[in-house]
């Protein structure tokens, strides 16, 4: 059993950067994918990031080039660094694991 928390999200003016985190306890070892949603209002829910533990990401072409995905091991969390933010990056943001673990989510909302 893992369980999920994601954090970091906010207001901001486009342009500008969030760093959006997802801390992950219980059976983190067997943790080997996690990816980053994020659902818009009104809107279906997206995959946009992921990591494998090998290292291998892949991220969607509406994010590609401004965000990234990455893992600190020791603090057993994952991370999706935001830049550029758009408002048409307003979404709330969600981890997820193979095991189909989800967090509550985290809310970004990015004004003009």
């Known amino acids: 059993q893992v369980q999920l928390v994601e954090s970091g999200g906010g207001s901001v003016q486009a342009g500008e950067s969030l760093t959006l985190s997802c801390a992950a306890s219980?059976?983190?070892?067997?943790?080997?994918?996690m990816h980053w949603h994020r659902q818009a209002p009104g809107m279906g829910r997206k995959l946009i990031a992921g990591l494998i533990n090998d290292g291998s990401t892949m991220y969607s072409d509406a994010v590609k080039g401004r965000f990234t995905i990455f893992r600190d091991s020791a603090k057993n969390t994952w991370y999706l660094q935001t830049n550029n933010l758009q408002p048409n990056d307003t979404a709330i943001y969600y981890c997820?694991?193979?095991?189909?673990?989800w967090g509550r989510g985290t809310q970004v909302t990015v004004s003009s």
């Open positions: 219980g059976m983190v070892d067997l943790i080997q994918t």
């Open positions: 997820n694991d193979q095991y189909d673990s």
